[in-house]
């Protein structure tokens, strides 16, 4: 049986679906260029790990597609000792990506299987600066913040006004807001104690569990 080019494949993925998009931060794509995304995918699925869309992991659950991984990463602007929230990290890979940029990355998944896979393959690659921590995905994690910049796995109606109370004065957050091709990747900036976000680029991506907000009742 032949084995797989991964490392081509992650050549191919970089040149292919990210660079194509407006990526230019050189940082980032050595970044992407280095984590083996092939690591982090289910071993059934290896195959399909460097693929031009979103790879479920678990069930409801995925690996974003590269491309607008890639562009919502490069909109934060991590400088290398930022502090950085990766809320529902999944199986690892983005905090992995992240803690190329970062200072230290605190990788927050609230589904106890993929807590403890993306554990376990951080450590045994040698991710030393992310700390995979359990909880609720909506609440982020508070215990360990406040974050220079926070990052959303997923796409949310919008972000909870408690995620973004655990930013940092001049902090960002990143996120993609509203369902499929109706998705928007916004950027929140705090300054002054007064977070406001601006629009970046159009985004479709899987919605991240946990976030959907019941609709008010009116009379």
Do not use: C, W
């Not at 049986?1 to 970089?14: C, E, N, Y």
């Not at 690892?92 to 803690?99: E, M, R, T």
């Not at 690659?125 to 921590?133: N, Q």
């Not at 220079?148 to 993609?176: C, F, H, M, N, Y």
């Amino acid at each position: 049986m032949m084995s797989t080019d991964f490392a081509g494949l992650r050549t191919k993925m970089v040149d292919g679906q990210v660079r194509t998009t407006d990526v230019t931060s050189l940082d980032l794509l050595d970044a992407l260029l280095s984590v083996p995304r092939e690591e982090f995918v289910p071993a059934a699925r290896k195959s399909l790990a460097y693929i031009d869309e979103d790879l479920e992991i678990a069930p409801g659950r995925y690996l974003m597609e590269p491309s607008p991984f890639a562009r919502l990463v490069q909109l934060a602007a991590i400088k290398p000792g930022d502090f950085v929230l990766d809320i529902g990290a999944g199986t690892g890979y983005s905090s992995a990506v992240l803690s190329k940029l970062a200072g230290a990355v605190v990788a927050l998944e609230e589904d106890a299987t993929l807590a403890a896979g993306a554990q376990g393959v951080l450590s045994n690659l040698g991710y030393d600066t992310v700390a995979v921590v359990e909880g609720p995905l909506r609440e982020g994690y508070a215990a360990q913040g406040p974050y220079d910049v926070i990052l959303i796995e997923g796409a949310v109606q919008s972000v909870p006004t408690g995620i973004i109370a655990q930013l940092k004065d001049e902090g960002r957050l990143v996120v993609v807001e509203g369902v499929g091709n109706a998705g928007v990747a916004r950027l929140y900036v705090k300054q002054g104690g007064v977070t406001s976000p601006r629009r970046a680029f159009n985004a479709a991506v899987k919605p991240l569990p946990g976030f959907h907000t019941a609709p008010a009742f009116e009379f």
